[in-house]
């Protein structure tokens, strides 16, 4: 199974990522979960130890990594460099492994088809398509905020998308844009999880603004989620609210991705 997980920047998307990780693997699955965020910080959502953290490096930022792979130096636009290099390796030699989740940072290079044309862009790129076609058990992939790398169809074969947002028209707005730009590379599957969400009320607005893009969820607000940010440990086991539901939706998401449904 493979899924992104996307929406407006700040209304969780990491949160939700670590959540269905750790709930995944709980569960005796595999999880390889890619951070595809600029700003990578879903090691510390998933509660990593810091001696492990010390050895996680975005891909991005390999300058001999990506020298030796592509044959030319990063940060150089134009030339000769290779573009189907080999990427096979990447995933289990530069990840990290805590509680079943292995975690890997891909950093911040554009990964669509166009924008810079870079021999880092170009590695990415061919990394991102591998894990694609990966036979992982569960791939997630925490991607970065808004709609650009749609765009772009870099996330054209997950099984399906899952749009965060939050209870408000705006957060909103952006998963009917994702919606629009998913359904132009072919991506049709798109669920949105409900996130900060602080009563009935605001599960009702949900309920009755989401109507381009099946519900499957809520989060509840807690403030439990920066506590456990600040204590460094994972917001799975400190946050019980968002742990239940977190289950709820894991199971709501292996039967909308079942064989029979696709079928």
């Not at 170009?122 to 058990?137: G, N, P, Q, S, V």
């Amino acid at each position: 199974m493979k899924l992104a997980i996307t929406g407006k920047g700040g209304v969780g998307k990491t949160t939700l990522t670590a959540l269905l990780a750790q709930a995944y693997a709980d569960a005796g699955r595999e999880v390889l979960a890619v951070d595809a965020d600029p700003s990578p910080c879903l090691a510390g959502a998933l509660g990593f130890p810091a001696e492990l953290r010390e050895k996680l490096h975005p891909i991005a930022e390999m300058d001999e990594l990506i020298e030796e792979r592509t044959g030319a130096k990063p940060g150089t636009v134009g030339g000769f460099f290779t573009l189907t290099t080999r990427v096979d390796d990447i995933p289990e030699r530069f990840s990290i492994l805590h509680r079943g989740v292995r975690l890997l940072e891909m950093g911040s290079v554009d990964l669509g088809g166009s924008g810079c044309i870079c021999p880092e862009s170009a590695m990415l790129k061919t990394l991102f398509t591998h894990l694609l076609f990966r036979r992982d058990d569960v791939l997630l992939l925490d991607m970065y905020a808004g709609v650009e790398h749609l765009g772009r169809a870099t996330v054209d074969f997950v099984d399906a998308m899952l749009v965060v947002v939050e209870p408000t028209r705006r957060s909103l707005g952006t998963a009917v844009q994702i919606k629009r730009l998913a359904n132009d590379i072919g991506l049709m599957r798109l669920y949105l999880v409900g996130n900060k969400v602080r009563n009935r009320d605001e599960e009702k607005f949900l309920e009755q603004e989401a109507s381009e893009i099946p519900l499957i969820g809520f989060l509840p607000a807690d403030l439990k989620v920066q506590e456990a940010d600040r204590l460094g440990i994972p917001v799975y086991d400190h946050v019980e609210s968002l742990k239940l539901s977190a289950l709820q939706i894991t199971e709501k998401i292996n039967a909308l991705t079942s064989d029979e449904v696709l079928e």
